[in-house]
């Protein structure tokens, strides 16, 4: 059975400091690998997604992912947080048809 | 841009009430999900459909229903609504066929609904 866990539930960055969230993936087979955003009273934002065409995937805003198989790994990150980075964030990994959506991680940033 | 629509975005309805949550897609896109968002929760699938007229269960389906008439439209329905199903429910919709394995869904924006 395919799973997704994030380590992390929230994380509190500054302003111009690196982000990294955590998320670890289980699957029997080459999964594909979704990052979704969620501002307040918004739906979910498709950030970047993992295709098996190149493990290291580029996304919108300036976030990327690297996909690790050794370590079941597809953890997201962007080199400067801006304010509006602020929101939560969602791993998710798919199975056939239907999504599998991580416990989602809060990210804060502060001026 | 997909553009997928829930027709309300808050929602305030009495428990026994039958109630009725419209989504709309414009992407012709075959699959249509339904989901409820609870805190620490994730987003956990209620119902799905392939199809006009087709259905599946998902993870948590007591207590609704879900009608697809149209390719377009997939309304989810609470038969009789309880305090517990007070959430945001989120209609997302995705193409299908051979290319559907990379393709994301696209998320309406949520109804928040609340059970009094």
């Known amino acids: 059975a395919q799973s997704v866990t994030q380590l992390d539930s929230h994380v509190s960055v500054s302003e111009g400091t690196p982000v990294l969230l955590r998320c670890n993936y289980s699957s029997s087979y080459s999964p594909s690998l979704f990052w979704y955003v969620q501002h307040p009273n918004k739906g979910l934002q498709l950030l970047l997604k993992y295709t098996s065409a190149a493990t290291l995937v580029k996304g919108i805003n300036g976030f990327e992912a690297e996909f690790k198989k050794s370590e079941t790994s597809f953890h997201l990150t962007k080199p400067s947080a801006h304010m509006s980075d602020a929101a939560e964030y969602f791993c998710v990994v798919r199975n056939t048809g239907k999504l599998i959506f991580g416990q989602g991680t809060t990210l804060q940033v502060k001026p | 841009d997909v553009k997928v629509t829930q027709s309300s975005r808050y929602l305030v309805k009495r428990t026994g009430e039958k109630v009725f949550l419209e989504c709309v897609q414009d992407?012709?896109?075959?699959?249509m999900f339904w989901y409820r968002q609870d805190p620490g929760l994730g987003l956990r699938l209620i119902y799905f459909s392939y199809d006009v007229k087709m259905k599946e269960k998902g993870d948590i389906p007591e207590g609704y229903s879900v009608s697809r008439e149209k390719k377009e439209r997939f309304s989810l329905i609470l038969e009789s609504a309880s305090t517990n199903q007070t959430s945001m429910y989120l209609c997302a919709s995705s193409h299908t066929g051979i290319m559907a394995r990379n393709q994301p869904q696209h998320f309406g924006d949520g109804t928040r609904l609340s059970i009094l």
């Open positions: 992407m012709d896109h075959e699959n």
